[in-house]
């Protein structure tokens, strides 16, 4: 029974596309990062804080740094 209530509570991820162009530079490699947003932003996502409309991804094998949320792309 335990098994099932879990799977009910599991996060949905909703799709997200690459923006075309390139991206602010990384913080560690300082190589430009890849933009994504999600696709399909609704006003319910919108409401849930925190929400990022856009953020980064370093792209670089050797780079530790995986994703970079600015703070100006946060709606509160």
């Known amino acids: 029974m335990r098994a099932r209530v ?3 509570r599991k996060r949905m ?5 690459v ?6 530079p990384c913080p ?5 990062m890849q933009i994504r947003e999600y696709d399909g ?8 804080p925190p929400f990022y409309i856009r953020w980064f991804c370093c792209m ?5 740094t995986t ?3 600015p703070a100006r792309y946060k709606v509160a």
């Open 28 to 32: 560690r490699c300082s190589k430009p």
């Open 6 to 8: 879990s799977e009910k």
């Open 67 to 69: 994703l970079v949320m």
């Open 13 to 17: 991820r909703k799709k997200c596309v």
């Open 60 to 64: 670089n094998k050797s780079c530790r």
């Open 41 to 48: 932003i609704d006003k319910q996502g919108l409401r849930q």
């Open 19 to 24: 923006v075309s162009g390139e991206g602010d």
